[in-house]
């Protein structure tokens, strides 16, 4: 199965600035086939990018994903208070789908 | 709106079985794939099960396979995973997605489930 490592484990940042999460596969992730996902306590996790780089329906543009084989990245360019939460992604080109551990976005 | 909702958790012994529902709204099951995927406390995700949109292809996490079934009743627009033989292992908050093909779009809240003596 494809092992997705996240990085960093929590990331410290104040509103406004710029975030850089990162995900890397143990083996290249073929078509692209890579999301990443918000996760705010208590909530249904919310599909952010698909397609390693495609905006969900409703996703504001502060969000981008880029990357190909194994190595992807997410961008919040600016974030804002409602940014704070839990990141994670996810391979769907192989089965089982696996997904990353998780990277906290805190204040 | 495409909204999930789990429901069936609860606390089991081992070696006992449990049913959990997902009740669909805002789209057809028999148009999506549907899946399972569970989170033990403090752990990150694992995916689960798999039912193809036309109901005909199903597929298993290792760590459940034989033990695990994922089903739909189309008509009531529900999908259900029913567990048996359960382990302290399967405690974990355990969630329907939508599929889009093999990717999943819309997720319930979770529905906790516990085994244990």
């Known amino acids: 199965e494809i092992v997705l490592t996240q990085s960093p484990g929590t990331l410290s940042l104040s509103p406004g600035e710029r975030a850089t999460l990162s995900c890397r596969a143990s083996q290249s992730v073929s078509n692209n086939y890579f999301a990443w996902y918000q996760q705010k306590p208590g909530q249904a996790p919310r599909l952010l990018i698909y397609d390693a780089s495609t905006r969900a329906t409703g996703i504001a543009d502060r969000f981008g994903g880029s990357g190909s084989g194994t190595d992807f990245t997410l961008t919040i360019s600016r974030l804002e208070p409602e940014d704070f939460a839990v990141y994670f992604c996810?391979?769907?080109?192989?089965?089982?789908?696996?997904f990353g551990g998780g990277t906290k976005v805190e204040i | 709106q495409v909204v999930l909702v789990e429901s069936g958790g609860g606390v089991v012994q081992p070696g006992r079985s449990l049913t959990l529902s997902c009740a669909a709204s805002g789209f057809t099951l028999s148009r999506n794939a549907m899946h399972w995927v569970r989170q033990a406390p403090g752990k990150g995700l694992e995916w689960v099960a798999l039912i193809s949109s036309d109901g005909s292809i199903k597929h298993y996490a290792d760590s459940v396979k034989g033990r695990f079934v994922i089903s739909r009743d189309t008509s009531d627009n529900t999908l259900f995973l029913q567990m048996s033989a359960l382990r302290t292992e399967d405690t974990a908050l355990y969630f329907c997605a939508r599929g889009r093909q093999w990717l999943l779009d819309y997720w319930g809240q979770g529905a906790l489930v516990t085994v244990s003596s």
């Open positions: 996810l391979q769907y080109a192989n089965s089982p789908l696996t």
